[in-house]
C-alpha cells in the first residue's frame, strides 16, 4: 500500500520570505505521480504542481518549485516570495502511473503573515 | 480551471431526512470520486467509480450510496442524514491514463451540517 507523510501539521511564514513544506511517501512502485494540492480558506482545492517520477528535473511553476528525491522518498514544495493568497491547506499526494486512486498526506496548514 | 460542480454549497438539515449532494462534470472524465472532510483535516475516501453503472466504495467506511447512470454525473445519498454525518463532501474526477492530464479536478464541495 501507498503512505503520504506529512510531518508538519501547522507553518507560518512572512510575507515575502520562503518557505519549504515536506512530504514522504512509501511505494515499492517505479512509476507514478506526485503533486501538491492547495485548499484555501473558501475550500475549493486546486492543483499547485505536479512531478511526474521518471523525469528527474525538478517541476517548477512560477513561484512554485519542488525537490524531487526519488530515492529518498521525498517530495518537498518550495514557495518563493510568499504572499497572503499562499495562505491555506497544503496536501501532498500521489497517484501510481497506471492506477486511478489518489493518497494523500494529513495536510499542512500554511500561514502568510503580513 | 475546473469544470466540475457540486450542489449546494452549503446544506443544513435535520436529522433522519434523505438527501442527495449532486456532482457534475463537464470534462468527460471516466473516474470520479467522493471525499469526506472535517475542517483542516485529511481527505478520506468514501466512493469512486471507473465509469457508468461501475461504483465502489473507499477507505472510509460510509452510510452513504452513489450512483453512476450518466458519465457526467456522479451523485451521493444519505438515506437517511445523522449529526455524524457533518462534514465537507468534497467530488473530484480525474481524466484516464494515457491523456497527459494525469491529476484531480476538484469541485467546490458540499459544507453538510445534520442538526
Known amino acids: 500500500a501507498q503512505t503520504v507523510t506529512q510531518s508538519q501539521p501547522e507553518m507560518s511564514v512572512q510575507e515575502a520570505e520562503t518557505v519549504t513544506l515536506s512530504c514522504t511517501y512509501d511505494?515499492?512502485?517505479?512509476?507514478?505521480?506526485l503533486f501538491w494540492y492547495k485548499q484555501p480558506p473558501s475550500r475549493q482545492m486546486i492543483l499547485v504542481i505536479r512531478?511526474?517520477?521518471?523525469?528527474?528535473q525538478n517541476a517548477t511553476e512560477n513561484r512554485f518549485s519542488v525537490n524531487f528525491q526519488k530515492a529518498a522518498k521525498s517530495f518537498s514544495l518550495k514557495i518563493s516570495d510568499s504572499q497572503l493568497g499562499d495562505t491555506a491547506m497544503y496536501f501532498c499526494a500521489f497517484m501510481k502511473h497506471e492506477d486511478n486512486q489518489f493518497y494523500f498526506g494529513t495536510g499542512t496548514s500554511l500561514t502568510v503573515i503580513p | 480551471e475546473a469544470d466540475i460542480y457540486q450542489t449546494p454549497r452549503y446544506l443544513v438539515i435535520g436529522t433522519g431526512k434523505k438527501i442527495t449532494l449532486e456532482c457534475s462534470q463537464t470534462?468527460?472524465?471516466?473516474?470520479m470520486y467522493w471525499y469526506q472532510q472535517d475542517p483542516g483535516m485529511e481527505l478520506h475516501l468514501i466512493h469512486y467509480?471507473?465509469?457508468?453503472?461501475?461504483?465502489e466504495k473507499g477507505d472510509l467506511s460510509s452510510e452513504s450510496t452513489v450512483s453512476r447512470i450518466r458519465t457526467e454525473h456522479f451523485p451521493l445519498t444519505l438515506e437517511s442524514a445523522r449529526p455524524s454525518h457533518t462534514s465537507q463532501y468534497l467530488c473530484?474526477?480525474?481524466?484516464?491514463?494515457?491523456?497527459?492530464?494525469?491529476?484531480?479536478?476538484f469541485g467546490s464541495g458540499t459544507q453538510l451540517s445534520v442538526l
Open positions: 470534462m468527460g472524465h471516466d473516474k
Open positions: 512531478q511526474e517520477a521518471y523525469k528527474q
Open positions: 511505494t515499492s512502485e517505479n512509476n507514478y505521480y
Open positions: 467509480s471507473y465509469g457508468v453503472n461501475s461504483t
Open positions: 473530484a474526477s480525474s481524466a484516464p491514463p494515457g491523456t497527459g492530464a494525469r491529476k484531480l479536478f
